[in-house]
């Protein structure tokens, strides 16, 4: 994927070596292969996900919400500079009601979220019936709602397989030499693994979670 000079609310070198958030990468891997009709990335950002999913997987639309007026500049900037802005819809906020109108008739989907403790209200069964067969992926913020975790597990637990991953500390082993060699050769281990750092505050998780069939 090609990529822009400027992020959105997170690190901009991780994303361009491609180490971002590389806990969750082998559960995005298999995500790549399945054949969703509709993928929903709310918290889109500047579009490290809702373009590279566009790019990577045979879904006809990927809705990207993202609230932010600058952020949706700079997603719509990378969705044309990757070839993909007819596949994507650029959207505001994603509230229960849009996010049940996109839902809704849909038979297999990928909802990917990432709102800041918004999770705690958007992922709701009872208020968005669709999401009960949906694969679900959210970054959970425990910062700003404790217990949403918990939460989310507890909705969840009666239809979907649940993974927790949890964020690491970035080693010199995780360096892509294949994608900044060059550089990595004029670094120390310590300024390498700078680079790699997402300057996260605390540990986080991500829940990922799959409809038992």
């Known amino acids: 994927m090609r990529y822009g000079s400027d992020s959105s609310g997170s690190v901009w070198l991780p994303k361009l070596l491609g180490t971002y958030e590389i806990e969750i990468e082998p559960f995005i891997q298999d995500l790549l292969a399945k054949p969703f009709d509709t993928i929903v990335v709310a918290g889109a950002a500047e579009g490290y996900y809702a373009v590279g999913f566009a790019l990577r997987t045979s879904c006809p639309v990927v809705y990207a919400f993202e609230p932010n007026p600058e952020a949706r500049r700079l997603l719509g900037e990378l969705a044309s500079m990757n070839g993909v802005a007819e596949k994507i819809r650029l959207e505001g906020v994603c509230d229960l009601s849009t996010l049940n109108q996109v839902l809704e008739g849909r038979s ?53 397989d649940i993974i927790e991953q949890r964020t690491k500390p970035r080693r010199i082993e995780d360096y892509p ?9 004029k670094l120390t281990d310590g300024a390498a693994i700078q680079l790699l750092s997402e300057r996260r505050g605390c540990e986080m998780s991500w829940l990922i979670m799959s409809f038992k069939c």
């Not at 208020?127 to 918990?150: D, N």
């Open 177 to 185: 030499m294949s994608r900044g060699g060059s550089l990595r050769r």
């Open 108 to 160: 297999h989907t990928l909802v990917f979220v990432d709102i800041e403790g918004g999770e705690a209200l958007l992922l709701d069964p009872l208020m968005v019936p669709a999401l009960k067969k949906a694969t679900i992926v959210v970054e959970v913020h425990e910062m700003a709602v404790p217990g949403v975790g918990r939460l989310l597990r507890e909705r969840f637990e009666n239809t979907h």
